[in-house]
């Protein structure tokens, strides 16, 4: 048997909670104080933005199996997975930047420095034969 206890929510803490989330206080620093795990927090704030108050006086979703369309014809989660997907695509160009950035700069770095030294000379041995 479990000794986990099943914690029920009035409508009233969460919207205080999530309000909280919303003015910029930190997730992991709110879950922390209230011994609510993260991932209830982001179910919370998501179902906030989504349907405001009402999203918050909701049950959790239909077992496995029995998933059903919202009303905007989206499966569940759905926009969490297309909010997900812009952020990492925001990542992968960034992340784009930094390596043309950092190819440009390996580009001029070597037209500064000269010609590659010949097969077993260093730039130390090749300066001082000049």
Known sequence: MSNHRVRLFSTAFKEDVVRRLESGEALAAVSKELGIARK?????????RRHGA?????????KKGLRRKMATGDPPGAALAKARIEELERLVGRQQLDLDFFRKALRLADALQGPAPARGETNCSRSSKI
């Open 40 to 48: 209830l927090l982001y179910e919370w704030r998501w179902a906030w």
């Open 54 to 62: 009402a999203g918050l006086n909701r049950r959790r979703g239909p």
